[in-house]
């Protein structure tokens, strides 16, 4: 009996698995479209599916990173504090928040218009 619920159990994560990695390469596949458009290339199948595959990955190595990164503060929830220790961690996604912080005072600088 234990047996059965471990392969139910262990059935219902490889599900949840492929599912998480269909929504990736969905969400690839449509990237990849509007690039094709904005661009005027061509992906083929092979390709998103290559992007999809290494992106998947890519993202469950921050999720590893992220556990140990909030279990070496001894805390079971990830935080802010996590995820900015995993930018600083990886280049693209330092340069990414950088970008992103840029343009977020840009947009401030440009609402910002004192009233006299």
Not at 40 to 45: A, G, I, T, Y
Not at 50 to 62: D, G, L, M, P
Not at 83 to 96: E, G, P
């Amino acid at each position: 009996m234990m047996e059965e619920e471990e392969g139910a159990e262990e059935q219902q994560r490889f599900s949840y698995r492929q599912r998480l990695k269909a929504a990736v390469h969905y969400t690839v596949g449509c990237l990849c479209e509007e690039v094709a458009s904005d661009k005027e290339v061509q992906f083929s199948k092979q390709t998103i599916a290559a992007i999809s595959e290494v992106t998947f990955r890519q993202c469950e190595n921050f999720a590893r990173d992220l556990e140990m990164f909030a279990r070496h503060a001894k805390r079971s929830t990830i935080n802010t504090e996590d995820v900015k220790l995993l930018a600083r961690r990886s280049n693209s996604l330092n340069t990414m928040s950088e970008t992103g912080h840029r343009l977020q005072c840009v947009r401030m600088a440009s609402l910002w218009r004192p009233q006299f």
